[in-house]
């Protein structure tokens, strides 16, 4: 039996595996398993001689966005409207065949915009090169996810499935779970809050599943037997996402309101280029840039090139993005803006302060 049959098996299992308190513990080994086996389906293939084209697109600007959804919705014509970067477009489904990049230049930064196939039902599976496209999705710093506004919401939920799959959490915080592996002393576990969504019997039961018979764990907030399984795999990518939901110039303007009001949703139309700037704007928030500009001594700051980090980005940060020699020999910094304490006047500072978008910095070194 192939690993595709032992996963429709499993899921069939579970399907019919009414939940409740006493099945509770023969569905975490379920779920183990089945997180077990789609690890290993996910994993090249070694007798594979890698023929066809690839996707690797090399990373480049400050921030990647990654554009997936089904055939036809209007990915390309979106990558089109929004850089300088032509991609192949009709009305029939897959034009797109390999991952196009292009480059959206919004408020200092160059935001890299890559428009992968369309997916299929079973894409985590390998159908459709399904497998090809969600690995280049796990290197995004955001994911946008494009929907057909003229379609049911069986896309969305479908979608949201085959990344699940792949270990691509969409929209979630990364559990407060510390794992730590032993040599000896057996299994030690510890909460500081109640668990209501999983037990203790469980959790040992999944670390056995994964032969782990002596480690510590430490669980800091309430979690599901999933989220468990989660920590212990590893790979688990948690990803922003924002679900844009093309073609509104085509349904009433109750569904478009509708739509417009859900969370992390931005409604368009690329036919009509309606809505794609507040689009951009969106994408440049979820990403959470922070731009820097650097200043010399005796000159104006230079307000054309910021240095470009993501939010929690620190003066080591901003000297490795200028040149990696700059941190070794540091001495002190001055901060002019939002992280200064003393704002409007510059503060002095050391590798570790914290900086905040539009910041201006002035690096002295030994």
């Known amino acids: 039996m192939g690993i595709i049959e032992k996963i429709k098996e499993i899921e069939e ?45 090399q990373k480049s600007g400050d921030a990647r966005v ?10 390309s014509t979106l990558l089109s409207k929004v850089t300088h970067t032509a991609s192949e477009t009709a009305a029939y489904e897959f034009t797109t065949l390999t991952a196009i990049p292009g480059v959206i230049e919004h408020q200092g930064a160059r935001i890299q915009l890559l428009d992968l196939p369309g997916i299929v039902e079973g894409a985590s599976q390998g159908r459709g090169r399904g497998r090809q496209v969600v690995a280049t999705a796990k290197t995004a710093d ?15 939920r479908l979608l949201e499935i085959e990344l699940d799959a792949v270990g691509i959490r969409l929209n979630k915080q990364k559990p407060d779970v510390v794992f730590k592996r032993k040599t000896t002393g057996g299994i030690t576990i510890n909460t500081t809050v109640k668990l209501t969504k999983t037990d203790e019997k469980t959790i040992r039961t999944i670390l056995a599943g994964y032969k782990l018979h002596n480690c510590d764990v430490m669980i800091r907030e309430d979690i599901t037997t999933d989220e468990f399984i989660d920590v212990l795999i590893g790979n688990r990518k948690y990803v922003p996402c924002l679900y844009v939901y093309n073609k509104i110039d085509a349904i009433s303007l109750e569904r478009m309101d509708q739509l417009a009001r859900e969370d992390n949703t931005v409604v368009i139309s690329c036919e009509q280029d309606l809505n794609l700037d507040y689009l951009i704007e ?78 201006v910095v002035s690096v002295f070194t030994k």
């Not at 990654?66 to 990915?75: N, Q, R, T």
């Open 282 to 359: 969106r994408m440049w928030s979820d990403l959470r840039l922070v731009r820097v500009y650097t200043k010399k001594r005796g000159a104006h700051p230079d307000l054309d090139d910021p240095v470009c980090l993501r939010q929690g980005a620190t003066i080591e940060d901003v000297c490795n993005g200028i040149h990696r020699s700059l941190a070794t020999n540091f001495r002190y910094a001055l901060v002019w803006g939002k992280s200064s304490k003393f704002s409007p006047h510059a503060q002095k500072v050391s590798l570790t302060h914290l900086v905040a978008d539009e910041d």
């Open 142 to 156: 955001l994911i946008v996810m494009m929907l057909d506004a003229t379609k049911s919401e069986e896309q969305r």
């Open 66 to 75: 990654a554009l997936i959804g089904f055939p036809s919705v209007g990915k």
């Open 13 to 57: 299992e579970m399907a019919r595996t009414q939940k409740n308190k006493a099945t509770e513990y023969h569905l975490g080994l379920l779920k183990a398993k089945l997180a077990r086996y789609r690890a290993q389906l996910l994993e090249p293939d070694k007798k594979s001689s890698g023929g066809g084209t690839g996707f690797d697109v």
